[in-house]
């Protein structure tokens, strides 16, 4: 059994009603959300626009313990490492496929106090990833394509999933992308232990039960290992 490696739901707000973006925060955190997964998107990247940092700046601001994880889905990741540090967040997530320079960025984003975070995309490789993972401390394995909430999850990403469990067995792995309780067991066998759940948890009657399914199938499968 590992001894080290622990099941953490971060569930994504995107598909909240963000008019009620505090209380919906609130809410989640109440009902057992580990960290919130902010969706930071810049109409570049990805063919969406979300929130930047003021909007985390004032959650921030009304919720001291949390921890923030921004999804940096933007094409200029270094532009956004400061005003992110100054607004409280706490891992910092972004996009390798965009930029040359991602060991410069980690270098970044440590001297600012934050954890990081690689992601990758569905058709991006997990050899991309590898050669980077000394310096970060959770990979993101996309499971749709990045930029909106709500889409079927991508069976096949698993592949990338269990190859690093296997190669790396305490590393931080994190899955994101129509994961909910009918996708949860793919990503907990694969080896996935960060879960980023957003509709489904969003919407879901009793977040509470559904977060605690989420956590305990991901616990499940770490206590087999
Ligand atoms: C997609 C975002 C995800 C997404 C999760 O670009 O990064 O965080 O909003 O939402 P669901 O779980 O609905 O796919
Ligand atoms: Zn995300």
Redesign the pocket.
């Known amino acids: 059994m590992s001894k080290s490696l622990k099941a953490r739901i971060g569930p ?1 707000i ?2 909240a009603d963000l008019s009620k973006l505090y209380e919906e925060s609130l809410k989640l955190l109440s009902n057992g959300a580990d960290y919130l ?1 902010l ?1 930071v ?1 810049d109409g570049h990247f ?1 063919p969406n626009l979300t929130f930047g940092h003021p909007v985390v700046k004032c959650l921030r601001s009304k919720i001291k313990e949390a921890f923030f994880e921004t ?1 940096m ?1 933007v094409s200029k990741p270094e532009q956004w490492i400061a005003p992110m540090a100054d607004a409280g967040v706490d891992q910092y997530t972004f996009h390798i496929e965009p930029i040359t320079n991602v060991e410069e960025v980690c270098r970044k984003i440590k001297e600012n106090g934050m954890m990081v975070g690689l992601a990758i995309k569905p058709g991006t490789p997990v050899s991309t990833v590898e050669k980077y993972i000394s310096l970060a401390d959770m990979v993101l394995i ?1 499971t ?1 394509e ?6 079927k999850f991508m069976e096949d990403q698993m592949e990338k999933v269990k190859y690093l469990r296997e190669h790396y067995p305490l590393l931080n792995i994190e899955v ?5 309780p009918s996708t949860i067991g793919y990503c907990a066998n694969a080896g996935a232990n960060m879960i ?5 948890v969003i919407g879901s009657e009793d977040q509470g039960a559904t977060i605690k399914l989420l956590r305990d199938t991901v616990e499940d499968a770490i206590a087999k290992r």
């Open positions: 994504s995107l598909n997964h969706d998107m990805v999804h889905m996309m749709v990045p930029g909106f909430g709500g889409q994101d992308g129509g994961v909910g980023v759940s957003g509709t489904a």
